[in-house]
């Protein structure tokens, strides 16, 4: 393109930015909140303590869903951790069916209570947006790969990305503010954004480039799992003839010992047969790849099968990108840093959207009556930004509101009213002036969030002074980062009422775009 | 920055090699990542890796590859030289492919 | 290991608070004055042997310790960033002089 490197990177980085901006800050939102799933997940949980015994829990929850579910032919539960205090389990029966549930460590039964999404609802949203599958993924890895993009531009357009390093002048106002703030969220988290998006097309991988698994493995995609999952091959197909389980203690026991490392998950296949096998993933919490390596036992006899090879280097890579996305680490201030990041990745991207309309708004024939499409482009900033805003902070209500009643639909119902509070912010931004729409969403933000805590402690969920009597740390500092968001909106309200909704200096010369 | 130029003619010039320069760094980067993760997953193995190996390693080059193929296709100053490149660049991986046995 | 990755983070916070004094404009923020010639030598070696120092730990604690380093020094470069807009008159304690500046 004409005009050099630096002005088409600029002019790519602008259209890719706007082009991607609205979805992957869903994403990186969605992303942010998630780093705290589990917390949120306790939260939502009120019954759910945070002090068991994991082996003694895994046993219970087999038990429990044998008994539930006499002919599932295979049984997956994850071990209770101190951030994750439910057992997100799931079993199949032979006919195909499949079953999700979240036991409580305590009883190994369901959790009580009235069905809530909990921490998977933002979860799910990030990498599928309630999308069916496949399309839902595969706008997020396409969002990723424009982010990546935008990210890498961006760093050629910034020409004095090290003489700028430190400046922030949000005193000049204007263009040059959004500049600076856009520059210091981008560059100083720059690893974090370029990494995070990359590993998270990795861990979608399957879906978005599935075409190395077809050109390597063709129609045997069976084989290409069974390589990917060594544990499942001394699977054996069940025999018919009915065995006692061997107790799960000593396997764990001895998996603990064989693997170096805490179980996270147990897996059992035909259970109840003679032909049982039971696989337990270690934890991988203290380090940075994904939990591949795990021990195979015979069921019925305890005795141990088998345990994974280390994984070879190209492997190695895919599961150290995995496990540095889902960054589920034991250290709670690596996950503050990733929760930071996240936070930082939602300033970059929502000051890029700010920072478009601002410096457009300079050059336009009639700033008092936009063109259309500039107007479209305010009010989706306000939609997409806020709106993702409010619908995460309509959780923490809807989760503890909506009426039990609801039964099984109650999850359903709390992801309708998230979708419907992003439609309602892009409505109510149509219909209020741009100063406005910031203004009045960022005050609805503020009582969404600092009335979360407050309808949770009326309602008999969970409540700051239950957790402090309880010593529930996690339990404290999730009402308090609520709080915390509550006030963030509040200075942005009161920043934003301030803006002069004058219209901006008509220059003689158009300035020179600047890096 | 560069901006669209005035005249209608050159205007309609303007669009279409903006169009052309979006359908390579999107749909043509897409189809050829897609073939390196292929020329890469039945490629190495002849080469002494395990199939598996083969396959994560491609996927992964085509997945870092992605986002970086748009900045070559805008930065040129002229829209022919990344078409000519990605076409060949597409054409030596289909070589390759082909070489290697073809897509199982 | 992350602990080491933790310690790196103030050794960065160090190196890029010297970096940020070395630059005309920032000293000119913290002090008033643009910053003198053999300060600036002085200041840029002090950053890079910091930030070096400070690589070299998060590294030899492993994975997450350098994943743990690399996150913590955009925070430390974060906390500069807002000093200097904040309380710049604080990192005047940094420099040989800054007790005696008024």
């Known amino acids: 393109m004409k005009g050099g490197l630096r002005a088409s990177m600029s002019w790519l980085h602008t259209w890719t930015g ?24 306790a939260w939502a949980r009120p019954t759910l303590s945070a002090h068991v015994d994991p082996a003694a829990a895994l046993q219970r929850a087999y038990d429990h869903v044998r008994q539930v579910a006499p002919d599932a032919t295979s049984i997956v539960v994850t071990a209770p951790t101190p951030q994750e205090r439910d057992m997100q389990s799931y079993w199949l029966t032979p006919k195909g069916g499949f079953t999700l549930a979240e036991l409580d460590p305590a009883t190994g039964a369901e959790v009580q209570g009235p069905k809530t999404a909990g921490g998977e609802l933002f979860y799910r949203f990030h990498f599928e947006l309630m999308a069916p599958f496949p399309y839902g993924r595969l706008a997020a890895c396409l969002a990723a790969v424009f982010f990546v993009n935008a990210v890498l531009s961006g760093v050629i357009t910034h020409k004095r990305i090290f003489s ?132 195979t036992f015979d069921g019925a006899t305890g005795q141990l099968l088998s345990v994974t090879p280390a994984p070879g280097p190209a492997m190695a890579v895919n599961d150290l990108f995995y496990g540095l996305h889902m960054g589920e680490f034991s250290s709670a201030a690596l996950r503050w840093l990733y929760f930071l990041g996240g936070l930082s990745g939602c300033g970059l991207i929502a000051s890029g959207l700010v920072l478009w309309t601002v410096s457009r708004r300079r050059k336009l024939p009639d700033p008092a009556r936009p063109d259309l499409g500039f107007r479209l482009v305010e009010v ?59 203004t009045e969403t960022a005050w609805a933000a503020a009582f969404l969030f600092a009335g979360a805590p407050i309808v949770s402690a009326l309602t008999g969920g969970r409540s700051l002074l239950r957790s402090i009597a309880e010593g529930d740390g996690a339990m404290i500092t999730l009402d308090l980062v ?24 008509r220059r003689a010369a158009p300035a020179p775009a600047k890096g | 920055m560069t901006k669209a130029p005035a005249s209608p003619a050159s205007a309609l ?92 | ?90 990192l005047r304690w940094l420099l040989p002089n800054g007790a005696a500046m008024r």
Request: aromatic share 8%; net charge positive.
């Open chain 1, 164 to 295: 700028d390093f430190f400046t922030f002048r949000p005193e000049k106002g204007g263009q040059r503010a959004w500049l600076d703030g856009h520059n210091v969220l981008g560059v100083l988290a720059l690893p974090f954004h370029l990494f995070i998006a990359l590993t998270g097309i990795v861990t979608l991988a399957t879906t978005f480039m599935p075409f190395g698994m077809t050109a390597g493995y063709g129609k045997d995609l069976p084989a290409f799992y069974a390589d990917v999952a060594p544990e499942t091959k001394n699977l054996a197909q069940p025999t018919g003839r009915a065995a006692q389980m061997a107790p799960l203690a000593p396997m764990i026991a001895q998996a603990q010992q064989r693997l170096g490392g805490e179980v996270l998950r147990l897996t059992v296949n035909n259970p109840g047969d003679a032909a049982a096998r039971v696989i337990l993933h270690r934890d991988n919490s203290g380090r940075l790849s994904r939990p591949t390596q795990a021990a």
């Open chain 1, 380 to 438: 989706l900033n306000v939609g997409a930004v806020m709106g993702m805003v409010l619908a995460i902070a309509s959780f923490f209500w809807t989760s503890r509101l909506l009426p039990a009643e609801l039964g099984a639909d109650r999850p359903v119902w709390e992801g309708r009213v998230f979708l419907a509070m992003i439609a309602a912010t892009i409505l109510y931004s149509a219909l209020r002036s741009q100063r406005r729409a910031w």
């Open chain 3, 1 to 90: 290991m992350e602990f080491l990755g933790f310690a790196s983070a103030p050794l960065c916070f160090a190196a890029f608070a010297a970096a940020a004094l070395s630059m005309d404009r920032h000293h000119r923020q913290v002090t008033g004055q643009a910053c003198p010639a053999p300060l600036r030598g002085h200041l840029r070696a002090l950053s890079a042997a910091l930030l070096l120092l400070a690589a070299l730990l998060a590294m030899v604690g492993g994975g997450i310790s350098f994943v743990t380093g690399v996150l913590g020094a955009g925070l430390a470069a974060g906390a500069v960033v807002g000093l200097l807009n904040l309380r710049p008159q604080l």
């Open chain 1, 482 to 505: 609520l709080l915390t968001l509550a006030t963030g909106f509040v200075f942005m309200a009161r920043r934003a009422a301030r803006e002069p909704a004058r219209a901006p200096k």
């Open chain 2, 13 to 104: 010039a303007w669009r279409g090699m903006v169009a052309w320069r979006a359908i390579l760094a999107v749909a043509a980067n897409y189809g050829l990542c897609a073939l390196l993760a292929m020329a890469l997953a039945r490629g190495l193995p002849h080469l002494g890796l395990a199939r598996v190996e083969a396959v994560v390693a491609g996927t992964l080059a085509a997945i870092i590859a992605m986002p970086v193929v748009p900045i070559f296709v805008f930065a040129s100053r002229s829209a022919w030289k990344p078409t000519a490149t990605m076409a060949a660049a597409a054409g030596g991986l289909w070589l390759l492919l082909w070489l290697a046995g073809g897509p199982a």
């Open chain 1, 18 to 41: 706007l082009v991607c901006g609205w979805l992957v800050f869903a994403i990186f939102a969605t992303g942010t909140a998630s780093v705290f799933r589990h917390e949120i997940e």
